[in-house]
């Protein structure tokens, strides 16, 4: 079945980095186009970076400039490189793989930026 695992998440403070990856397996990974969202406590879901299966992305206009999103085909891996991380950053964070109908979640990473 298909399994996506987040991890790399923590507690940090401001102006520090995390490095967030999510691990897929059952899925033909390639095809997809893949995204990062985030929700925080008592907020919706949100689109954090988007790459599509060719490659093009797309940030939310908060983390233009200190977020990057990128995929590793052949090892079927998702990344997101946050830096210069702020308050306002913590959130759950959840990896989704998207092909015309289908939507597939992780189970999420929590980070947390406090001084």
């Known amino acids: 079945q298909v399994q996506l695992v987040e991890s790399g998440g923590g507690l940090v403070q401001p102006g520090r980095s995390l490095r967030l990856s999510c691990a897929a397996s059952?899925?033909?990974?390639?095809?997809?186009?893949w995204a990062w969202y985030r929700q925080a406590p008592g907020k919706q879901r949100d689109l954090v970076a988007l790459i599509t299966s060719g490659g093009s992305t797309s940030y939310a206009d908060s983390v233009k400039g200190r977020f990057t999103i990128s995929r590793d085909n052949a090892k079927n891996t998702l990344t997101l490189q946050t830096n210069n991380l702020k308050p306002e950053d913590t959130a759950i964070y959840y990896c989704?793989?998207?092909?015309?109908?289908?939507?597939?979640w992780g189970q999420g990473t929590q980070v947390t930026v406090s001084s």
């Open positions: 059952g899925i033909t990974f390639r095809i997809y186009d």
């Open positions: 989704n793989a998207h092909f015309s109908t289908i939507n597939y």
